[in-house]
């Protein structure tokens, strides 16, 4: 399977989505607010020591045929690859959750969404579980962005670069430091090393490896 063989339909019939697909902020927050509805979020097989598949077909397989959820790598993994299919500007950003804890002082180990629009960047997550942003939040405006599942705002650091977005645990009254993002494009490849994976799937074949971070290398299989 090879990059180009996402199937857009399945994704969009996984979230129950049937609207709109061109590339605007309206669709965009469309498909940001379906999976919270239709894909849990689920890490039991990294609780378990098992590495998983973030290559396309690992993750369809898994989320779209299986029916599983998935966490912050998967869910975003393909919905990164359903943006770029429906013709979004969009590319992966590492992100330090800091949940009650000191900013800086964690690993990038979560992974979001960064979209470029007319109207500006936006960052979207589905992956977060009960975190995660509803909505898209716009990166360069100031004061609280609303939600459906409430307010949540992006502060900036000295140098006025979004930095940190604050938000609520669903259900919660108060708002709880969340999360940590930087804008730096991250792939696959980099996320495994992130996330201390000693095994990473690339997937087969080759010419696509080059786009997940991985050099493509010939190999012998016995297939008859």
Not at 140 to 169: K, L, N, S, W
Not at 189 to 216: C, N, S, T
Request: net charge neutral; charged share 20%.
């Amino acid at each position: 399977m090879t990059i180009d063989d996402f199937d857009l339909d399945a994704w969009l019939t996984r979230i129950a989505y049937g609207g709109e697909r061109k590339p605007t902020l309206d669709t965009l927050r469309a498909v940001v607010a379906a999976p919270a509805m239709s894909i849990p979020y689920e890490n039991t097989g990294v609780l378990l020591g098992k590495p998983p598949k973030l290559d396309i077909g690992s993750l369809q397989a898994r989320m779209l045929d299986g029916g599983r959820g998935g966490y912050c790598f998967e869910q975003n993994g393909l919905f990164i690859r359903a943006l770029k299919t429906m013709g979004f500007n969009a590319v992966g950003l590492a992100a330090r959750v800091f949940i009650r804890q000191t900013p800086g002082r964690t690993r990038r180990s979560h992974m979001l969404v960064k979209v470029e629009l007319p109207e500006g960047r936006y960052i979207a997550d589905v992956g977060f579980g009960s975190w995660a942003m509803s909505a898209p939040l716009a990166l360069d405006r100031q004061g609280p962005q609303e939600t459906p599942h409430g307010p949540f705002r992006i502060a900036r650091d000295a140098q006025g670069a979004p930095q940190v977005a604050y938000g609520r645990y669903w259900g919660a009254t108060e708002r709880v430091d969340c999360l940590h993002f930087e804008a730096c494009y991250y792939q696959p490849i980099d996320y495994a090393i992130a996330k201390r994976f000693e095994v990473f799937e690339g997937g087969a074949q080759g010419e696509h490896k080059i786009f997940r971070g991985l050099m493509p290398v010939e190999t012998c299989s016995a297939h008859w």
